[in-house]
């Protein structure tokens, strides 16, 4: 079932593992990463650190677009699993959806990487900055995938014509411009509020009054819910 809730685990799998490969990468735990470097964090003279441009210390720090690499691996396996070609037009439609719904997950880390520069002593005296390169701490991807999960739409998909499609294209449905940054979806999730054997899926669950928090009662509970102290 390619659900809004498939869509949202599909991109989620894609940017963790994307992410945690840049991790062990520069950590120097994968054996064949070139990125790693003995020397993490680099001192440059606080004079050419303009904190809104450090195009120009980019190349000299360590890593620069372990990202771009590790997003190209981390979507060749995530797509290892889909066959050459589909057999049949259900099938072909859910792989575009799986593999579009990875690329949204993946395309949070195009620009996940970024220089942070530090004094080296009282600030006062800032004669000399360390600076070391970073990547985008996961709960920020996270954030704005579940937005992309709220916001996440039927897709509209649409067949190429046939004088467009090439001898060796796998697929031949096409995502409308208007979705291609939305997580999209082919079938209805499951009703967590439907009666199942005269009980509601959404019985018995724990949850908090704070109705900004994600597991707030007013999100959980379908039917109301009762007050209780712990």
């Known amino acids: 079932m390619d659900a809004k809730e498939s869509a949202l685990l599909h991109s989620l799998a894609a940017s963790s593992?994307?992410?945690?490969i840049a991790r062990g990468c520069m950590a120097g735990k994968l054996d064949k990463c070139s990125c790693f470097q003995?020397?993490?964090?680099?001192?440059?003279?606080?004079?050419?650190?303009?904190?809104k441009n450090l195009s120009n210390i980019?190349?000299?720090?360590?890593?620069?677009?372990?990202?771009?690499?590790?997003?190209?691996?981390?979507?060749?396996?995530?797509?290892?699993?889909?066959r050459e070609k589909a057999t049949n037009e259900n099938q072909e439609k859910s792989?575009?959806?799986?593999?579009?719904?990875i690329d949204v997950g993946l395309?949070?880390?195009?620009?996940?990487?970024?220089?942070?520069?530090?004094?080296?002593?009282?600030?006062?005296?800032?004669?000399t900055k360390y600076c070391h390169r970073r990547l985008k701490e996961y709960p920020v991807i996270s954030k704005i995938l579940l937005k992309?999960?709220?916001e996440a739409a039927f897709a509209k998909l649409k067949r190429l014509p046939v004088n467009d499609v090439k001898e060796n294209v796998k697929n031949t449905f096409q995502i409308p411009f208007s979705q291609s940054e939305k997580l999209l979806y082919l079938d209805e999730g499951p009703n967590q509020c439907k009666i199942i054997?005269?009980?509601h899926k959404s019985s018995r669950r724990q949850c908090v009054l704070d109705d900004a928090q994600p597991n707030s009662?007013?999100?959980l509970c379908c039917y109301g819910y009762r007050e209780k102290l712990l």
Do not use: W
């Open 95 to 101: 792989f575009t959806i799986r593999k579009h719904d």
């Open 58 to 82: 980019d190349n000299m720090v360590g890593c620069k677009d372990i990202t771009r690499v590790e997003v190209e691996f981390a979507n060749l396996f995530m797509k290892l699993s889909f």
């Open 107 to 127: 395309n949070e880390l195009a620009q996940g990487e970024e220089i942070a520069c530090i004094c080296n002593g009282a600030t006062a005296g800032c004669t």
């Open 217 to 219: 009662c007013s999100k």
């Open 38 to 51: 003995t020397t993490r964090q680099f001192s440059f003279p606080s004079e050419i650190i303009d904190p």
């Open 148 to 150: 992309k999960y709220d």
């Open 17 to 20: 593992l994307a992410l945690s």
């Open 197 to 199: 054997n005269g009980f």
